[in-house]
Antibody, heavy 116, light 110 residues
Framework: EVQLVESGGGLVQPGGSLRLSCSAS????????MHWVRQAPGKGLEYVSA????????YYADSVKGRFTISRDNSKNTLYLQMSSLRAEDTAVYYC?????????WGQGTLVTVSS | SSELTQDPAVSVALGQTVRITCQGD??????ASWYQQKPGQAPVLVIY???NRPSGIPDRFSGSSSGNTASLTITGAQAEDEADYYC?????????????FGTGTKVTVL
């Protein structure tokens, strides 16, 4: 059974940093591209970032480009999202996703709140 | 990056048919997938590819596409279909990894 478990969310001040993790199990992690998607309170889904299976290629939405860094450790079956220069508008539930356009496995999400 | 536009809200009588549309330039090149999201829950994939349903998704859900528009049709809507629906497709900016979500449609079953 595919399982994705996000962690690392919390309250952070504007301008601060936070690192999210997504622990994966139930599939060959190193064979799949992975994605981060977020949802601000009461708002729609927003695509954030993606990374190829070997970590060699990445994608960022314009809203986070230059501030967020996606990475992965295939030996630990873990996906990361390093977030810096955080703004109030980054407040959201962040989801880790496998197979976004095919199988659609999502974690339960982790809440990031950016506030002073 | 690409944009996908959906109507904010639609309503359907119980047992009737509703079609939700998604418009965007990327849909001329890529199929849309469709997600259903109920309050407090993670999204659930209901349609992917040309018109494929993941295991466990009822056959009242179907997808289609024409030009720059993708559609999700619920034939014989049930009370449990009341939810937000989002389309999703690849970003046509050139990076093969990226995707984009539609603006979302709230479906109310009357």
């Amino acid at each position: 059974e595919v399982q994705l478990v996000e962690s690392g969310g919390g309250l952070v001040q504007p301008g601060g940093s936070l690192r999210l993790s997504c622990s994966a199990s139930g599939f060959t992690f190193s064979s799949y591209a992975m994605h981060w998607v977020r949802q601000a309170p009461g708002k729609g889904l927003e695509y954030v970032s993606a990374i190829s299976s070997n970590g060699g290629s990445t994608y960022y939405a314009d809203s986070v480009k230059g501030r967020f860094t996606i990475s992965r450790d295939n030996s630990k079956n873990t996906l990361y999202l390093q977030m810096s220069s955080l703004r109030a508008e980054d407040t959201a539930v962040y989801y880790c996703v496998k197979g976004l356009a095919a199988t659609g496995y999502w974690g339960q999400g982790t809440l990031v709140t950016v506030s002073s | 990056s690409s944009e996908l536009t959906q109507d904010p809200a639609v309503s359907v009588a119980l047992g009737q048919t509703v079609r939700i549309t998604c418009q965007g330039d990327s849909l001329r090149s890529y199929y849309a997938s469709w997600y259903q999201q109920k309050p407090g829950q993670a999204p659930v994939l209901v349609i992917y590819g040309k018109n494929n349903r993941p295991s466990g998704i009822p056959d009242r859900f179907s997808g289609s596409s024409s030009g720059n528009t993708a559609s999700l049709t619920i034939t014989g809507a049930q009370a449990e279909d009341e939810a937000d629906y989002y389309c999703n497709s690849r970003d046509s900016s050139g990076n093969h990894l990226g995707y984009v979500f539609g603006t979302g449609t709230k479906v109310t079953v009357l």
